[in-house]
């Protein structure tokens, strides 16, 4: 069965730096998409980035970037320029099968002013 | 806005109590998902339905069911409910089943049981 790890429950940051999330997966497949959601005090959940395993290149979305490591199954999210809008919990998350999305149990990051 | 609308927004109820969410996926998405999400068990997958029919199952207990109209609206219902059962119920809805899609969360239904 595929399985999501994070293994910081919890970060960090000031205002203006930057921070990185890691994520570990575990799958026999080849081709896949990983993902990061935000889920902020709203409680919404929303979509960070998007990386597709057959890609070398690493995803970027503005300030949030991953590096993606596929032999090592790893899937960090690097967030530059932090801002306080950014404290939210972020979600790993992976295709388990069929198409439903298996999540891992998420790092809840705080930005500090 | 996700363009999936879920209602309620909160829902308090009883032990042994039967309750209905309901879902509305983003126009044209046909693909719907049903999650869980509590303090312990984290975000759990409990089913999938694709323009009407069930397409995948979760860890959804048999006290729980849900159906997807031809108007592609979907409803979770949840019968002889227990304290456990209280949790983020999240619905989210994607264009097709392909697993690149990204997948489009409402923003839940908090169900709390007394």
């Known amino acids: 069965a595929q399985t999501v790890t994070q293994s910081q429950p919890e970060m960090s940051v000031q205002e203006a730096e930057t921070v990185t999330l890691s994520c570990t997966y575990d799958?026999?497949?080849?081709?896949?998409?990983l993902f990061w959601y935000k889920q902020p005090p709203s409680r919404q959940m929303i979509l960070v980035i998007r990386?597709?395993?057959?890609?070398?290149q690493n995803a970027t979305e503005n300030r949030f970037s991953v590096n993606f490591q596929k032999a090592a199954k790893s899937f960090s999210l690097k967030i530059s320029d932090s801002q306080l809008g950014d404290t939210a919990m972020y979600f790993c998350?992976?295709?388990?099968?069929?198409?439903?999305?298996?999540f891992g149990k998420g790092t809840k990051l705080t930005v500090n002013p | 806005d996700s363009g999936v609308t879920q209602t309620p927004k909160h829902l308090i109820t009883a032990t042994g109590q039967r309750v209905t969410l309901r879902c509305s996926p983003r126009?044209?998405?046909?693909?719907v998902y049903w999650y869980q999400q509590s303090l312990d068990q984290g975000l759990q997958f409990l089913i999938q339905y694709y323009n009407g029919e069930e397409r995948a199952k979760g860890n959804i207990l048999e006290r729980f069911s849900a159906q997807q109209f031809p108007d592609l609206h979907s409803e979770l219902n949840l019968s002889s409910l227990e304290l456990g059962d209280s949790a983020l119920y999240f619905c989210?809805?994607?264009?097709?089943?392909?697993?690149?899609?990204?997948?489009?969360f409402g923003p839940g239904t908090r169900l709390t049981v007394l």
């Open positions: 998350a992976f295709p388990g099968g069929s198409e439903k999305l298996v």
């Open positions: 990386q597709e395993a057959y890609k070398q």
């Open positions: 989210a809805s994607s264009p097709s089943i392909y697993s690149y899609n990204e997948q489009f």
């Open positions: 799958t026999s497949e080849n081709n896949y998409y």
């Open positions: 126009s044209g998405d046909l693909s």
